[in-house]
């Protein structure tokens, strides 16, 4: 069972957590951190420190920071506003590996072309049909950011599919509702070097944790036609 170690940072610097303590996996480690900030907190206030402005902080074995977790978050949570979900204060490893946990537990045996992404856009995992429609492998898409492995056409000066796509990221983001996009052209790369002009219905949408933060993004698509050129 991996090993997780909770650093305390505050006013008085990091004090380090040299023993450690062994989860399932990294989303325990955080649960349960979060869940002790509240006891931590009221021992810092007797002792005359200040609990808002510590820290926890997450490392895992090898001395990755897997997360950041400020005190209040959780002893003065931000609840859901109109303009937004809560702040997400895991590190952008932390939510790559939290997007492909939802991918291996939801989408990976889906019927339909689904990609899970992380919140910065990095593809966390695409199902089989997803593959075959693009023709893609794993090792092709995992870890890399999105637009990198689908950039608009170059020889196309009214390519869309970058900026309409990214947008529709953004709402999801900001408002923490499914989004959906109208039909868009969205041009492939093909294996040979050539582009094919492919038309999408595209979907997306955020999943959210048990705090209503958003761990990962679904990229949803159905092909409405294509024509090679």
Do not use: C
Not at 198 to 210: E, G, I
């Amino acid at each position: 069972m991996p090993r997780f170690f909770f650093h305390l940072l505050s006013t008085d610097g990091r004090q380090r957590d040299d023993i450690g303590f062994d989860f399932v996996d990294a989303e325990a480690a955080y649960l349960e951190a979060y869940r002790t900030i509240p006891a931590i907190a009221a021992d810092m206030l007797e002792k005359g420190h200040d609990p808002m402005a510590a820290a926890f902080e997450i490392a895992d074995e090898r001395n990755r920071v897997l997360f950041q977790i400020p005190f209040t978050e959780r002893v003065r949570s931000p609840g859901r506003g109109t303009t937004g979900t809560p702040p997400n204060f895991r590190s952008a490893r932390a939510n790559l590996l939290l997007a492909e946990s939802v991918f291996l537990r939801a989408f990976e045996f889906a019927p339909e072309p689904h990609l899970i992404l992380s919140p910065d856009l990095r593809m966390a995992g695409a199902n089989a049909a997803y593959l075959q429609t693009l023709k893609k492998k794993p090792d092709e898409l995992k870890g890399f950011f999105l637009f990198d492995v689908f950039p608009d056409n170059p020889n196309d000066p009214n390519a869309s599919g970058v900026k309409n796509i990214s947008a529709s990221f953004r709402r999801v983001l900001t408002t923490g509702q499914r989004d959906v996009v109208p039909l868009q052209r969205y041009d492939v790369h093909q294996p040979d070097g050539a582009w094919a002009a492919r038309y999408w219905h595209p979907t997306n949408w955020a999943v959210v944790d048990d705090r209503g933060s958003i761990i990962a993004l679904v990229h949803h698509v159905i092909e409405a036609g294509s024509m090679s050129r």
